[in-house]
T-cell receptor
Framework: NAGVTQTPKFQVLKTGQSMTLQCAQDMNHNSMYWYRQDPGMGLRLIYY???????DKGEVPNGYNVSRLNKREFSLRLESAAPSQTSVYFCASSEAEKGLVDSGEQFFGPGTRLTVL | AQRVTQPEKLLSVFKGAPVELKCNYS??????LFWYVQYSRQRLQLLLR??SRESIKGFTADLNKGETSFHLKKPFAQEEDSAMYYCALSARGGSNYKLTFGKGTLLTVNP
């Protein structure tokens, strides 16, 4: 089991360029999440997908879009990158499913370090 | 809305000294609290959760609902404990478990 994988590991963009960050999990989890990690700000939720076919905004969704392609994959798209989007992006997944009680533990990917010039 | 506060950005102790990382939360419902840890160049991983009441790597944390706190403690710090620690809150109910993270505390254990 690879757990949660993310591609690419590093990326440098120019302002205005677009790109998609890929995330996949092989744990058959229902819920997936995208966070950004910034110094002094901790982890902030960008978007999440409670289950296949649904997506919802998190705390900082502006400038991003997401696609839950299937149960395994959840991508994050920057349509027009800005320097303020320079950050480390983490994808995570959890077993949470509607109607069921679970521990809420999330499993994280290794992160994508994005720099926007 | 829920909120998690970690008042210390940085915490530095010597090896063998006790360590306490503070976490306070704000949530009107029944929360689940977690501590996640991120070692240098590694992914974020769960350290412990309050419902299991475990001791992991010598760390413990007790949920104090009266003080709305979930402080992480270890009686004798080791150099390998140096890492970024995040307290997180999960709001029960609904169709998913979103985590709200604190801003993190960077723990450095000096030799």
């Amino acid at each position: 089991n690879a757990g949660v994988t993310q591609t690419p590991k590093f990326q440098v963009l120019k302002t205005g360029q677009s790109m998609t960050l890929q995330c996949a999990q092989d744990m058959n989890h229902n819920s997936m999440y995208w966070y950004r990690q910034d110094p002094g700000m901790g982890l902030r939720l960008i978007y999440y997908s409670a289950s296949e076919g649904t997506t919802d905004k998190g705390e900082v969704p502006n400038g991003y879009n997401v696609s839950r392609l299937n149960k395994r994959e959840f991508s994050l798209r920057l349509e027009s990158a800005a320097p303020s989007q320079t950050s480390v992006y983490f994808c995570a997944s959890s077993e949470a499913e509607k109607g069921l009680v679970d521990s809420g533990e999330q499993f994280f990917g290794p992160g994508t370090r994005l720099t926007v010039l | 809305a829920q909120r998690v506060t970690q008042p210390e950005k940085l915490l530095s102790v010597f090896k063998g000294a006790p360590v306490e990382l503070k976490c306070n939360y704000s949530y009107s419902g029944s929360p689940e609290l977690f501590w996640y840890v991120q070692y240098s160049r590694q992914r974020l991983q769960l350290l412990l959760r309050h419902i299991s009441r475990e001791s992991i790597k010598g760390f413990t944390a007790d949920l104090n609902k009266g003080e709305t706190s979930f402080h992480l403690k270890k009686p004798f710090a080791q150099e390998e404990d140096s890492a970024m620690y995040y307290c997180a809150l999960s709001a029960r109910g609904g169709s998913n478990y979103k985590l709200t993270f604190g801003k993190g505390t960077l723990l450095t254990v000096n030799p």
